[in-house]
């Protein structure tokens, strides 16, 4: 007898595509973020939010680390605008989608946990559970919760599709 799959938010599908099972609601909401998103990406590179999305990588010697830095931004600008473009598609639409787009959309998951989680201060060493209801970031916190629980399905389905 042959094991049904589980079916979540995100699907491999027996011809070797993928389905994304969110609501029309989720859908409309996951794009408002993902514009969000490119609206950080478009920031003034000291902005703090973007910290983790274009990590210092010699931390010790500044000029190296701009060196670094002005030969890597631009490409890896270039590839989170392209996985955007793709996540729009994939959010507009409720048809299967291939390989490539999932990792779109999985990077774009990543980029929005890494942006909100600078914003709300979590570490390794820390879980953004933690937030009592009546903090002010309370909601962001959920928020990171649902996007890391929906960044695990992506990974999971691309690891065992």
Do not use: C
Not at 22 to 34: I, K, N
Not at 64 to 88: C, F, P, W
């Amino acid at each position: 007898m042959r094991k049904r799959k589980k079916v979540g938010p995100v699907e491999s599908l027996d011809d070797g595509a993928f389905r994304i099972n969110l609501s029309a609601d989720e859908r409309d909401t996951m794009l408002r973020f993902v514009d969000q998103l490119e609206e950080v990406l478009s920031a003034e590179h000291t902005d703090p939010r973007l910290r983790r999305l274009f990590p210092t990588a010699y931390h010790e010697n500044p000029d190296l680390d701009a060196e670094y830095q002005g030969y890597m931004r631009d490409e890896l600008s270039q590839s989170r605008a392209a996985s955007i473009a793709t996540v729009r598609e994939v959010l507009g639409s409720e048809d299967p989608i291939s390989e490539s787009q999932l990792y779109a959309f999985m990077m774009v998951l990543n980029s929005l946990r890494l942006v909100l989680g600078t914003l709300l201060g979590v570490s390794e060493d820390e879980d953004s559970d933690d937030i009592d209801e009546d903090d002010p970031s309370f909601g962001q916190a959920q928020l990171y919760g649902y996007l890391g629980w929906l960044l695990e399905w992506t990974v999971d389905t691309l690891s065992n599709g």
